[in-house]
């Protein structure tokens, strides 16, 4: 499956506010599928690869314009509404993006190839409770917002992990008890294997899905 013309991946908050320091896509699966841990080093096999640390031209504190997405694709996030910040010293000493009150980017006319399997980084940290849907990762077509990845945290602080695959959109989806301290950083992998979801948090399994078989469709609603 192509995603293209209108599809883009967002992030946003809309009641609470996140922090994001990395963001890895791979859509090679096997090499990490016995180990969710992001080996320092990666530098093959991503599609999709966001990294605070490559936003040098942004003062501590200022409003991020633009972030360029690093596997190759030659794509830039731009501002979707109102910009997130740029922090200097975000999570653990580390460059960060600082997503609240709506703020968000998006990336249009993206092509990622995705056929079914994928395996997603995502180093974050929460800064406190949310009352609504706030997406780290939101992989949709722009008009009617049918999607085919969601990746967040509801109203109740649940992690939320959910593709469309052959089935509806309640047969593929993992929804695990969020258990976030505020201020603490994070690594979230997000697997898609075959027929079934994985969740894990800092290299430990929070909850599977058996789902339903591939391809990956455009989209539910």
């Keep these: 499956m192509k995603l293209r013309d209108r599809s883009w991946p967002r992030a946003f908050s809309r009641s609470f506010a996140f922090a994001i320091s990395a ?3 791979l859509f090679t699966f096997s090499a990490f599928a016995d180990n969710p841990h992001p080996p320092g080093g990666i530098s093959s096999g991503l599609t999709f690869w966001l990294k605070a640390s490559d936003l040098t031209g942004v003062a501590d504190g200022a409003a991020v314009q633009e972030w360029v997405e690093r596997s190759g694709t030659g794509k830039k996030l731009t501002p979707d509404g109102a910009a ?7 999570i653990d000493g580390k460059p960060a993006v600082r997503f609240d009150n709506g703020k968000r980017l998006k990336v249009e006319d993206l092509d990622l190839n995705l056929v079914n399997d994928f395996t997603a980084f995502l180093v974050r940290s929460d800064e406190g409770a949310t009352t ?3 997406y780290f990762f939101h992989l949709a077509e722009e008009v009617n917002g049918l999607q085919t990845i969601a990746l967040y945290r509801n109203q109740a602080g649940n992690e939320k992990f959910i593709v469309k695959a052959s089935g ?7 929804s695990a008890a969020a258990g976030i301290t505020p201020g ?4 979230t992998t997000y697997v898609r294997s075959g027929s079934n979801l994985h969740l894990y948090r800092d ?5 599977t899905d058996a789902g339903t078989a591939g391809p990956l469709q455009e989209h539910w609603s």
């Design 23 to 25: 963001f890895l896509a």
């Design 84 to 90: 997130p910040t740029f922090l200097a010293a975000g």
């Design 132 to 134: 609504s849907n706030s």
């Design 168 to 174: 509806n959109w309640t047969q593929d989806y993992i």
């Design 184 to 187: 603490q950083t994070y690594q």
């Design 203 to 207: 290299g430990a399994l929070l909850k």
